[in-house]
């Protein structure tokens, strides 16, 4: 067990893990701290839901975020190894590498596609595939985030998945484009042709409210 109340050290299997605080994500869903050799996250409770049933459902969410970090790994996709889960907390391995959002190139993104598609053969839909989530360290790409994930064997949610990292890449890169093509690219190596069409159409849905909505 660790001592997640701590400011500056763990113990871990009985060892002292220690580290300076470097920084602090409060987001919708958790509150993220980055130390030295850890990260804790941590499930923000939800005053408007009834205590018991948000404990219960922040710890089961925490569990299923936890197995599916740990079966992406097993497919071949690079996530960070699980220390420890207290609760509504995981204590994970640190990425110590590159924010992927400011070093995003061709290259890199054929190798998201190709992990996506591992992930979506295994039935993970990921749900928040952009930059912000992925972390380069000794030429692998990180997948960090998989507070959004679920197991769905539907072609729906997977193109949405890719439908969110296109959106993502079209709303901070010049070079959107090929960056897209690169993906689709490691994409189709391992995956369904199918999600990519699905994510055609879905972004063609999003286009079409767009006109109705502005006549
Ligand atoms: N294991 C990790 N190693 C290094 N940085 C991490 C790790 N986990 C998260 N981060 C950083 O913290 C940020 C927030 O964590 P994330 O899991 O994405 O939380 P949220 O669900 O609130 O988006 C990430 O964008 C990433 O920069
Ligand atoms: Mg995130």
């Known amino acids: 067990m660790i001592d997640v109340f701590s400011d500056s050290s763990f113990i871990y299997k009985g060892e002292i893990i220690k580290g300076k605080l470097l920084r ?57 190894i699980v220390l420890d889960v207290v609760d509504d907390t995981i204590v994970m391995e640190r990425i110590d590498g ?30 928040d595939v952009t930059p912000m989530n992925l972390i380069l360290k000794e030429n692998r790409i990180y997948f960090v985030d998989f507070g959004l994930a679920f197991i769905d064997s539907d072609i729906e949610p997977k193109g949405v998945d890719l439908h969110i990292f296109f959106e993502a890449l079209r709303a901070y890169y010049d070079n959107w484009e090929n960056l897209k093509k690169a993906f689709l690219e490691g994409y189709l190596e391992l995956g369904d042709k199918d999600v990519i069409d699905r994510a055609e159409e879905i972004a063609e849905r999003g286009r079409y409210v767009k006109r109705v909505s502005q006549i």
Not at 111 to 123: F, P, T, V
């Open 98 to 127: 590159l924010p992927v959002r400011d070093i995003l190139n061709e290259e890199i993104c054929k190798s998201i596609g190709r992990d996506l598609a591992k992930m979506h053969n295994m039935n993970i839909v990921h749900g």
């Open 24 to 80: 602090k994500y409060i987001g919708g869903e958790a509150i993220v701290e980055i130390y030295e050799n850890v990260v804790l996250k941590k499930r923000i409770p939800k005053r408007y839901r009834i205590k018991e049933l948000d404990t219960s459902l922040r710890k089961k969410r925490t569990k299923t975020e936890v197995k599916l970090m740990s079966l992406a790994r097993k497919q071949g996709v690079a996530t960070p």
